[in-house]
């Protein structure tokens, strides 16, 4: 069965530094391993989607790499409104539903 | 471009009750996905319809079920609610189902059943 863990669930940083999330999963047949961020209340916001070993990808302070049984998103001097729950999900091929992970919850502090 | 819209935004229901939440793609969308979310079980996923037809289930009980229009609104419906039915249900769209096509989520409808 696939299955997606991410670590850690909760992560305290100070504006500045700089830390990575991990998520690990075992999925029958990769067709893409995607993040998103959610904040409080809402619906999950695209990030990164990640197809094979060695893809990166990044935005702004972010920065998702992938091999072929984890992903990391990098935070690179994280700022205040960078504080969110991260999700990891992947999709196996031939199947469009995604599994997610339990979500990293990330606080930046000024 | 309008993001995915879903209504309503909250409901309170008692149980044994049935509720119906509403989904509208992005312009140009035709898949369309249902996820609930809950603080225990995280995000799960409910179905997936394109081009009028449910193509993917998830691990649900038969209470749970939904459609899709021609112009690809969805709707899902919850028969008889339950307490454990609390949660945040969440739609999300893609241009189709091919591998590169990206899942955009709206912003939820958070259901309490009293």
């Known amino acids: 069965e696939d299955q997606v863990t991410q670590s850690p669930e909760a992560l305290r940083l100070q504006e500045g530094e700089s830390s990575s999330l991990n998520c690990s999963y075992t999925v029958s047949g990769l067709r893409g391993l995607f993040w998103y961020r959610q904040d409080p209340g809402k619906g999950p916001e695209f990030l990164f989607t990640?197809?094979?070993a060695g893809e990166e990808k990044e935005k702004e302070r972010l920065k998702a790499t992938l091999t072929k049984k984890e992903s990391f998103l990098h935070i690179t001097a994280p700022k205040p409104e960078d504080s969110a729950t991260y999700l990891c999900?992947?999709?196996?091929?031939?199947?469009?539903?995604?599994?997610f992970g339990a979500g990293t919850r990330l606080t930046v502090k000024p | 471009k309008a993001g995915v819209t879903q209504t309503p935004r909250y409901l309170i229901k008692t149980r044994g009750q049935q509720v119906t939440l509403s989904c509208s793609p992005i312009s140009g969308h035709r898949s369309v996905s249902w996820y609930q979310q809950t603080p225990g079980q995280g995000l799960q996923f409910l179905f997936e319809?394109?081009?009028?037809?449910?193509?993917n289930k998830g691990n649900f009980p038969g209470r749970f079920s939904g459609r899709q229009f021609s112009n690809s609104r969805s709707e899902m419906n919850v028969s008889t609610l339950e307490l454990g039915d609390s949660a945040l249900y969440l739609c999300?769209?893609?241009?189709?189902?091919?591998?590169?096509?990206?899942?955009?989520f709206g912003p939820g409808t958070r259901l309490t059943v009293l």
């Open positions: 999900a992947v999709q196996a091929r031939g199947n469009n539903d995604m599994r």
């Open positions: 990640l197809y094979s």
């Open positions: 319809y394109f081009s009028e037809t449910q193509r």
């Open positions: 999300a769209s893609s241009r189709d189902r091919a591998s590169t096509d990206t899942q955009y």
